[in-house]
């Protein structure tokens, strides 16, 4: 083959020292052979070429990027930067570890077997090249140093260096073993001014650099195409602007993409056809949303798209890798998303990226017969999917909240995605909608999305608390940068509750029963949000008319055996009527519990004195004596026969069955005297109550003192109190005797001087 212009002595000194440095680096490899050293001419593989069909399925290491292509194997670099050769058996060699995932160079070789290594972890930056052929494993080493050379790249095992010249650029040498000489060649075509130049992409036979054209008070670039035989150029200067981002180089033709002034924002797509015309005819192509380029050619094909990983990016469609005719045309989509490609010796392209239908992976794009647009295929994968895809879910069968939240899992391969939870009461079809943007910095791979789900539903645009029952869940998460479809996965739970002394919605919330003038009875059924914590009413409906026939009207709780709470009124006559609670915010027909109740002046219930879990029901008679009527269970006959449970009742003007307020297992009493204190009597779970405690002065000025339950989710029942303005508020409970409430806060609930509170 031609040497090049280089004076003789320096270039023998050049192969003798490379010469030497391959015999021992040859001797290390083989254990004592002496090997061949590398040569550029195509050596026959002993391991199977891309031609050979498959028995296993090769592998890749996630997150790892694609760097280039022989005809036996591919080169690759993982995340911790280890570069790994890969054979078509699927054995893997690692060869070097770089500074950094370096994958659009041509630095460890193009389109070969042959892989270049440096002496420096940024391989751009080696003066020292071994060359190492993976078929035969025979390694040389090219000392660019001693001639002042700085490394471009390598293609076929052809080194590409470049040397200082006297007019201030710079000449391109290609390196090459001739048997066991190393010649020389300057391409001279290039102007000595040229200059900072650039291995952009090889393909068989032919290099593209890229370089400054050393036009003054510019930074203009320029490609051209090198035939590696003949160092000669085949292509002229084929120019863009300064900021030309990628380049690409088949046998045919050359591509790029960049600006095409400067200055300019726009990316354009231009190809030139090689082959020696003196005018070669060029494409020039706007491509919109193309920020981050990646480049190949196959056949007649251009494959383009922006180089972003799975977990990138927020516009859809702009991840994909995409093929164009090289005379212009209409795109089309090949893969879903690309971060790498290289070619390959046989015209192909390598892509590390994913299919939806395939996953993620190493995917050989090759072109087809007759003008069809290039398929991808897949070469090795990583075992990831590419669409999203839920790999694992911890969504509780049972929704106990009047214990906790509700708290679903779902691990996600991916988190990048808009989440939507839709949960829906089957039997009233109430529902819950909670969206989700799990897209934190962090979130760069698969992991678990949380829901706390506070036990609400949304009503005509209100909350309110979410109904006891069978639900069913749906999610779905859309892709934020469209790479493939929106996961949509469903199941179904039960919500479960203990009965709630003032529950008659099944929803575990307290509901506040209001008596107007009229007759009219109401119900205010409450929801507690976490976010807004007051005390509020979701909704009001009416219950009924006519109970203006009562002279009382008291909330039992559950005393007739079913989950909600019961009401019971007495007439003037003295008669006690039930009214049991459907659990739907209304009551079954009155049943007649018995005569003779008009010796009582005062009741209340709601309690559980005695601790079986049942409400109670407690009444004074006018000597003052305080009796227990404890409930049963048996809507038939809802109460135990009375038992006298105190004396001197009279002196107080409002006895208040409050629940467990304390933190013992019973029910509570409270009651005001005349002058305005309130009294804490605890109850001892038997039955009885404990001596009592003075919890303050000043509670003379509330109309009202209705005991509700629990309105804030904490465990504790709570105090609801009126003013004769129509105001109210709410006492939560602390479970501690000693204070038994904390300070009072305003509730969303009107109660005017003419409406009665149960």
């Known amino acids: 083959m031609k040497r090049s212009t280089a004076p003789a002595p320096r270039r023998?000194?050049?192969?003798?020292?490379?010469?030497?440095?391959?015999?021992?680096?040859?001797?290390?490899?083989?254990?004592?052979?002496?090997?061949?050293?590398?040569?550029?001419?195509?050596?026959?593989?002993?391991?199977?070429?891309?031609?050979?069909?498959?028995?296993?399925?090769?592998?890749?290491?996630?997150?790892?990027?694609?760097?280039?292509?022989?005809?036996?194997?591919?080169?690759?670099?993982?995340?911790?930067?280890?570069?790994?050769?890969?054979?078509?058996?699927?054995?893997?060699?690692?060869?070097?570890?770089?500074?950094?995932?370096?994958?659009?160079?041509?630095?460890?070789?193009?389109?070969?077997?042959?892989?270049?290594?440096?002496n420096n972890t940024f391989v751009g930056a080696s003066t020292k090249i071994t060359l190492r052929n993976m078929v035969t494993r025979a390694t040389t080493l090219v000392d660019l140093k001693k001639y002042g050379y700085r490394y471009l790249g390598t293609v076929e095992g052809r080194v590409l260096a470049a040397e200082k010249t006297a007019d201030g650029g710079e000449a391109v040498h290609i390196l090459e073993f001739q048997g066991e000489e190393l010649t020389d060649r300057a391409v001279t075509e290039l102007s000595p001014r040229f200059g900072r130049f650039r291995l952009a992409a090889g393909a068989p036979g032919k290099a593209l650099l890229r370089y400054d054209v050393g036009v003054p008070d510019t930074t203009a670039l320029a490609y051209s195409t090198v035939d590696l035989a003949t160092a000669h150029i085949v292509s002229g200067r084929n120019m863009l602007g300064p900021s030309t981002e990628a380049a690409a180089l088949s046998s045919t033709h050359m591509a790029s993409i960049g600006t095409e002034i400067r200055g300019g924002e726009e990316n354009y797509l231009k190809t030139v056809e090689l082959g020696g015309a003196s005018t070669p005819k060029t494409t020039s192509t706007r491509l919109d949303g193309v920020r981050r380029p990646t480049l190949g050619l196959t056949g007649d094909w251009v494959l383009y798209g922006n180089r972003q990983k799975l977990t990138e990016g927020s516009a859809p469609d702009e991840a994909a890798l995409k093929a164009v005719p090289v005379g212009g045309g209409t795109a089309r989509k090949v893969m879903d998303h690309v971060t790498s490609t290289t070619p390959a010796p046989d015209g192909t392209l390598l892509a590390m990226g994913g299919t939806v239908a395939q996953g993620e992976g190493l995917y050989r794009i090759s072109a087809k017969a007759g003008g069809e647009a290039p398929t991808a295929e897949l070469v090795a994968g990583t075992g990831q999917p590419t669409k999203v895809t839920l790999l694992g879910a911890d969504a509780p069968g049972t929704a106990q909240l009047d214990q906790r939240p509700w708290h679903p899992r779902w691990h996600l391969s991916r988190r990048n995605v808009s989440i939507a939870v839709t949960l829906r009461h089957v039997a009233s079809g109430k529902q819950s909608v909670s969206h989700l943007n799990p897209d934190l910095p962090d979130n760069n791979g698969d992991g678990w999305v949380d829901l706390d789900w506070n036990g609400l539903v949304t009503v005509g645009g209100r909350d309110e608390a979410a109904p006891n029952g069978g639900y069913t869940w749906e999610l779905t998460a859309q892709p934020r940068n469209g790479i493939g479809p929106a996961l949509h996965q469903k199941g179904s739970f039960t919500v479960e509750r203990k009965p709630a002394p003032h529950d008659y919605t099944d929803n575990g919330s307290p509901d506040v029963l209001v008596r107007d003038r009229a007759g009219n009875l109401s119900l205010e059924d409450t929801a507690h949000d976490p976010l807004n914590p007051q005390f509020h009413s979701a909704r009001r409906m009416v219950v009924g008319g006519g109970w203006n026939i009562y002279d009382q009207v008291v909330a039992v709780g559950d005393v007739a055996g079913a989950s909600a709470g019961d009401v019971v009124a007495r007439d003037r006559s003295g008669v006690l009527w039930l009214y049991l609670g459907k659990g739907d915010g209304t009551f079954d027909k009155p049943l007649k519990t018995g005569a003779g109740w008009g010796a009582y002046d005062a009741f209340t219930g709601g309690s559980d004195l005695n601790g079986d879990g049942r409400g109670d029901l407690l009444a004074r008679d006018r000597s003052g004596v305080l009796w227990l009527y404890e409930g049963t269970g048996n809507w038939r006959a809802p109460f135990a026969p009375r038992k006298k449970i105190g004396t001197g009742w009279g002196s107080y003007d409002s006895i208040t069955a409050v629940g467990d307020v304390a933190g013992a297992s019973a029910g509570d009493l409270v009651a005001r005297d005349r002058s305005g204190v309130l009294w804490l009597f605890l109850g001892k779970g038997d039955g009885t109550l404990d001596g009592r405690v003075k919890i303050g002065a000043g509670w003379g000025g509330y109309r009202q003192l209705v005991g509700i339950g629990d309105s804030d989710a904490d465990g504790r029942a709570d105090l609801l109190v009126s003013t004769p303005d129509g105001s109210s508020y709410v006492y939560h409970g602390t479970g501690n005797w000693r204070a038994p409430f904390a300070p009072r806060e305003l509730t969303g609930i009107n109660a005017p001087a003419h409406e009665t509170i149960v």
């Open 12 to 118: 023998s000194r050049l192969s003798r020292r490379i010469l030497g440095g391959a015999v021992a680096l040859g001797l290390a490899v083989t254990g004592g052979t002496l090997a061949s050293p590398a040569v550029a001419a195509p050596v026959e593989p002993e391991a199977p070429t891309w031609d050979y069909v498959q028995d296993v399925a090769l592998k890749i290491a996630p997150g790892s990027e694609i760097v280039s292509a022989g005809r036996t194997g591919f080169l690759s670099v993982d995340p911790q930067n280890n570069v790994v050769w890969t054979d078509h058996l699927g054995r893997t060699t690692t060869l070097a570890r770089d500074y950094g995932q370096f994958t659009h160079t041509t630095a460890h070789g193009s389109v070969s077997d042959v892989v270049a290594l440096g």
